[in-house]
T-cell receptor
């Protein structure tokens, strides 16, 4: 079974804090993705990575950065958290040209 | 702008009936099509994928693809209350990215 894990299920941070969300996959997948999901807006792609140290912006990269130093790990960084970044954050991984497998999600609240 | 459209629902069916979920997409170059199930408060789970025109069956689920009409559907036979969830359609074109619809909420009534 594919397993994608995320470092926290729930996280509460203050405005202006730097926030790190970690994602690990155990299936040697080439691709990893970060999404946020908000009611009425659906899934929106923030960044994805198709190889170690490679990244590409998604639809809403502003205010976020990513890091992929090892194939199995993909980190999302909120440089200075703001209240409009309160959301459900979902990490996914996939082999080349295949479906994506999601982690359990991190519900982030920024106060 | 590549788009994937789904009826948001809610779609309500009685237990034992066939639930039909539909999806249209704008990019004629799309190559792969996926259905995800998402229970409330949980993350999406991949349940079906289809690459070629026609039908693909897996247990009670059947995915149908018509590339000429740019239409993909998911049929759930003998619907159960445990099938109540939001179903997301996703489409892949020439890159690794998926374009997701906003989902159809299905309720199966006992």
């Amino acid at each position: 079974d594919v397993k994608v894990t995320q470092s926290s299920r729930y996280l509460v941070k203050r405005t202006g804090e730097k926030v790190f969300l970690e994602c690990v996959q155990d299936m040697d997948h080439e691709n990893m993705f970060w999404y946020r999901q908000d009611p009425g807006l659906g899934l929106r792609l923030i960044y994805f990575s198709y190889d170690v140290k490679m990244k590409e912006k998604g639809d809403i990269p502003e205010g976020y950065s990513v890091s992929r130093e090892k194939k199995e790990r993909f980190s999302l960084i909120l440089e200075s958290a703001s209240t409009n970044q309160t959301s459900m954050y979902l990490c996914a991984s996939s082999p080349v040209l295949a479906g994506q497998y999601f982690g359990p999600g991190t519900r982030l609240t920024v106060t | 702008q590549k788009e994937v459209e789904q009826n948001s629902g809610p779609l309500s069916v009685p237990e034992g009936a066939i639930a039909s979920l539909n999806c249209t997409y704008s990019d004629r170059g799309s190559q792969s099509f996926f259905w995800y199930r998402q229970y409330s408060g949980k993350s999406p789970e991949l349940i079906m994928f289809i690459y070629s025109n026609g039908d693909k069956e897996d247990g009670r689920f059947t995915a149908q693809l018509n590339k000429a009409s740019q239409y993909v559907s998911l049929l759930i036979r003998d619907s159960q209350p445990s099938d109540s969830a939001t179903y997301l359609c996703a489409v892949r074109g020439g890159s690794e990215k998926l374009v997701f619809g906003k989902g159809t909420k299905l309720t199966v009534n006992p």
